[in-house]
């Protein structure tokens, strides 16, 4: 009589993928190696139980992969599955620690992405490397005008002063080196093109989708933000209040705490990276605009700016942003000013 496999445990790859299938008794039936193709008739074949695989890379087209044919996915955290190790890290011993962490009755799982969801963390995190790009050849050309006596602000607003000085015949500079600006200006003027492109795709979805229209009423997310938070959170009908959603994100004070005695540190920043830095990016500009100003109508905001320092108030504005973000999505409100 052949034994039910009640799990199926798989530590990702790209081409071998380690199987650790497990009875309903917790034993394990046995440990292999599989190819791509394998897998996926294995996968395909297998009548329907708990594919348990670490949230890394490729897990969410397995995920979609094994959904298709009536598995229940888990996806478990990369820092849930490591204490689960037994001495030696190899396949074989971390496709039995995957099966041990999924079968922890309180472990957190990750939910599995869309294939739409993951499209928008592609065309968002294109953007971010794009603008990485551009602000990488500014920084170059700047450093090799500066060479010559040339020297401008950072930013991209302030490229035009580079180009009209290598454009005149009368600045000292070598035709060599001239050229090479061109060269700069050229692949600078083409990123900002897609670039440009790509920001004015996000705005019009922003604009027609209802989510992110009603998240772009909060003070200091835009466009970008609300693109951030549709692309890498999940649904936040999963978390219970807007406490965990911050947590989740990193934007809470890193604890050691003992004995009864609360410690805490500085942030954790042990969640999602993309949206924490954007959050923090948006809170300073807020910022700036209440120092510019000399004050805010929002009381608790402007005692927060008279008597932290600017960083630290931003980070507490990003977390009670991240509370304001699930707040109005749980709940379908628009923004109100507190």
């Known amino acids: 009589m052949t034994t039910k496999i009640n799990m199926l445990a798989i530590d990702l790859a790209k081409g071998s993928f380690q199987v650790c299938a497990v009875g309903p008794e917790g034993t394990v039936l046995y440990n292999r190696a599989l190819s791509r193709t394998r897998l996926a008739a294995l996968v395909a074949d297998q009548p329907a139980c708990i594919v348990a695989m670490e949230a890394c890379a490729t897990s969410h087209h397995w995920g979609r992969v094994a959904e298709r044919h009536g598995h229940e996915v888990r996806l478990v955290p990369a820092a849930y599955v490591k204490p689960f190790v037994k001495r030696q890290k190899n396949d074989r011993a971390d496709a039995e620690a995957i099966a041990e962490a999924a079968l922890r009755p309180n472990m957190r799982f990750v939910a599995v992405k869309s294939a739409e969801t993951q499209g928008r963390a592609v065309a968002f995190r294109t953007h971010q490397c794009l603008v990485r790009q551009r602000t990488q050849l500014i920084n170059a050309l700047r450093g090799h005008l500066a060479e010559f006596g040339l020297v401008a602000p950072k930013g991209p607003a302030s490229l035009k002063v580079l180009e009209i000085a290598l454009a005149e015949e009368t600045t000292a500079v070598p035709g060599a080196v001239r050229e090479m600006g061109a ?69 809470v004070p890193r604890q050691r705490s003992t004995g009864g005695k609360t410690r805490l540190g500085s942030v954790s920043k042990m969640g999602q990276t993309d949206i924490r830095r954007l959050l923090i990016v948006g809170a300073m500009s807020v910022i700036r605009w209440v120092v510019r100003k000399g004050g805010s109508t929002n009381r608790w905001l402007a005692a927060l700016v008279a008597r932290k320092p600017r960083m630290v108030a931003a980070v507490a504005l990003a977390n009670k942003m991240a509370r304001m973000i699930w707040a109005m999505t749980t709940k379908q409100e628009d923004y109100r000013m507190a």
Do not use: H, K, M
């Open 183 to 251: 060269i700069y200006l050229e692949q600078i003027a083409q990123l900002t093109e897609i670039i440009e492109r790509l920001a004015d795709e996000l705005e019009a979805a922003s604009r027609t989708d209802a989510q992110l229209r009603r998240l772009c009423t909060i003070p200091g997310i835009g466009p970008v933000t609300a693109g951030a938070v549709a692309a890498f959170a999940p649904d936040l009908d999963t978390f219970d209040s807007g406490r965990n959603f911050a947590a989740w994100l990193g934007l």
